[in-house]
């Protein structure tokens, strides 16, 4: 059975469409698309149908990712179409157990923090939107820690 995973951030332009490309990258490297749905979505409909920010699609390319997903807002059906919706920060975490609309949606959400092996000193994912380059490329440092972690569970069902 396919898992179907939602990434969600604030703008869906820089955080939620980076890791759901970072994700497809190494779901792919790992022969892994047969197994796992992948997509994202923000908590502020402010960007929908915007492409990715510039700054994070030149950061993410110049890794070898390419970005092309379209900004969307999330909406309550995603809590039935996703089996975990993953929250960037605190603030997303927040603003979807409030959509929630039951329990078990509930129970569908996480924080990207607990993925993290090698970054024990965040515990969020920072938004670069008003930060310089380095913002970014740190985003995508711990992006790639806890997709890592999330293509090794995928790996070990
Ligand atoms: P994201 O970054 O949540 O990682 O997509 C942001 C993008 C846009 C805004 C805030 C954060 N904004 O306020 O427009």
């Known amino acids: 059975m396919k898992q179907h995973i939602l990434f969600v951030c604030l703008g869906n332009i820089c955080r939620s469409p980076a890791a759901e490309a970072m994700l497809r990258l190494l779901v792919e490297r790992n022969n892994l698309q047969h197994r796992v749905e992948i997509d994202s979505a923000g908590t502020y409909g402010g960007h929908a149908g915007d492409r990715s920010d510039p700054r994070m699609r030149s950061a993410a390319a110049a890794r070898g990712i390419e970005m092309t997903h379209r900004a969307r807002q999330v909406r309550e059906e995603d809590f039935s179409r996703f089996d975990r919706i993953i929250a960037m920060d605190d603030n997303n975490y927040e603003a979807l ?21 090698h970054n024990p000193d965040w515990s969020y994912i920072p938004d670069p939107y008003y930060e310089g380059h380095e913002g970014f490329e740190l985003v995508l440092d711990l992006l790639e820690d806890g997709c890592q972690t999330i293509v090794e569970e995928l790996m070990a069902e």
């Open 97 to 117: 157990f409030r959509l929630a609309p039951d329990r078990a949606a509930q129970q569908k959400i996480f924080r990207f923090r607990e993925y993290l092996r």
